[in-house]
């Protein structure tokens, strides 16, 4: 470790630890395009302001006609760092406003800490220190700042095209030490007819999850036509999870609310699916409409409570990246259809195909569309990167656990010679895409003075 390095990182800290929570206040969330924010004004905002932050740093920093931020320092070969400003909508259940950016108790709260902006920002106050330390490097770091990683990646497809690759890239969008394999990503719409009108009991509307790859924490559907015996039903029902049921009757309408605890998609067992348990529910009513009934009855045969895609016939490992996992992310009702969404990542040795296969036979007589498939990922242990990585972790923190495989999907993906690299560590408690999401302003300290000491690694190699 160079002392002087990390004693300039650390002078930074109450800097760096405003400038996080100025960028959490900004809702990134993908909204319709504006001009110039092909993902929304709030996306745009925040775009905008880090471009400006690093400007005032002191970088040749800019804006990619609204798709990615890049910030530069130095010429010549290049190191990349690849992370994102757009958020997962924030759910309910805070203890906080989720867009506050409050500093409490050590730590800084808010939608995007831990995922991404904190990670990103902590590289940037990294760099910061570098640029003091070394001002003229015959190397280059340059940081991308992605704006829809959570909904499509559209933003690293632009920069493949328009702009340089980096030789080789991090990104602090995962966990220390090293990720040498992540889990193939791919989300599926299954949809089905589905009548809201006419007599008996028929659904007036349906609303459940906030995005595929998070655990659904809440669920709602309006219901007509409920006789005394079918609302003595759901009164009554209890769910297989620990989702909590609220049910209002007004105007001869009846409202069925489920408020489950979310996760992140990657990880479905960590939360309780609202959505799970509606579905639980509807699918015992008696429905006028047969198809939505004959759907639903499918939806919780194939799916229900499920994680790891049993009842599916996709379930299965590998024992380089674990096992598949399964996420029933959304469902809505909209235009005469019932539309479902789930998000699946597979094994490095799965492939996409034959899940699909599995999923239309499963739910025959239903559309079936693929949709943001990312293939898995795999950089050997005994990369050039790989064992750099480890080898700063391993002198910053006297820690030298073996690279580990994900079922989250990182920018690494997006261009040759990457790995996600941090930023939570080992034993460290995920809340990204969960309520209360927030990060210790040790640990993000600690990514900083990792990533600074990664950077003037790579610049006197």
Not at 337 to 351: A, D, S
Not at 413 to 419: I, K, L, T
Request: glycine residues 10%; charged residues 25%; contains cysteine.
């Amino acid at each position: 470790m160079d002392k002087k390095l990390d004693d300039l990182v650390l002078s930074l800290k109450d800097e760096m630890v405003n400038s996080i929570s100025e960028s959490i206040k900004i809702k990134s969330v993908r909204e319709n395009p504006v001009e110039g924010g092909p993902f929304g004004e709030g996306i745009k905002k925040s775009l905008e302001h880090t471009v400006e932050l690093a400007g005032k740093l002191g970088f040749q920093a800019r804006n990619a006609e609204g798709y990615v931020g890049i910030v530069d320092f130095g010429s010549g070969k290049t190191f990349g760092v690849l992370g994102h400003l757009d958020v997962v909508p924030e759910g309910e259940g805070w203890e906080v406003p989720p867009y506050s950016g409050l500093v409490k108790n050590g730590e800084i709260w808010g939608r995007g800490t831990q995922d991404d902006k904190g990670p990103m920002i902590a590289a940037l106050y990294a760099l910061k220190a570098i640029k003091e330390y070394c001002p003229n490097p015959s190397k280059r770091i340059r940081l991308i700042f992605g704006t829809n990683e959570e909904s499509g990646w559209e933003c690293m497809k632009y920069y493949v095209k328009h702009e340089e690759i980096p030789d080789m890239s991090v990104t602090p969008d995962a966990e220390f030490p090293v990720i040498f394999a992540e889990k193939g990503i791919v989300s599926y719409t299954i949809s089905s007819r589905a009548g809201n009108d006419g007599e008996g009991l028929v659904i007036e509307s349906l609303q459940a999850g906030e995005a595929a790859n998070m655990v659904a924490s809440i669920a709602r559907a309006v219901l007509k036509g409920v006789t005394p015996d079918v609302f003595d039903k759901i009164k009554n029902f209890k769910p297989s999870n620990e989702a909590k049921i609220e049910v209002r009757e007004s105007a001869g309408k009846v409202e069925v609310s489920f408020t489950g605890v979310s996760a992140h998609g990657s990880t479905p067992y960590k939360g309780h699916s609202a959505l799970a348990a509606l579905v639980d529910l509807l699918a015992d009513l008696p429905f006028s409409d047969r198809e939505l009934g004959n759907f639903l009855h499918l939806v919780r045969s194939k799916i229900g409570y499920e994680f790891f895609g049993e009842s599916l016939g996709i379930a299965g490992r590998d024992s380089m990246s674990g096992e598949l996992t399964l996420n029933i992310g959304t469902m809505k009702l909209v235009g005469g259809e019932i539309k479902l969404v789930i998000n699946i990542r597979y094994p490095v040795f799965f492939n996409e195909a034959m899940i699909r296969t599995q999923i239309e036979e499963a739910f025959k007589g239903c559309r079936v569309e693929m949709h943001n498939n990312k293939n898995p990922l795999y950089v050997s242990p005994d990369s050039d990167l790989v064992k750099m990585c480890r080898q700063v972790y391993r002198e910053m923190t006297d820690h030298d656990e073996d690279p580990i495989a994900i079922g989250g999907g990182t920018y690494a993906r997006a261009v040759p010679n990457a790995a996600a690299f941090g930023a939570l560590f080992p034993g460290g408690i995920e809340r990204a895409h969960q309520p209360n999401e927030r990060v210790s302003i040790d640990d993000i300290l600690m990514v900083a003075r990792i990533y600074a000491q990664l950077f003037l690694r790579f610049l006197q190699s």
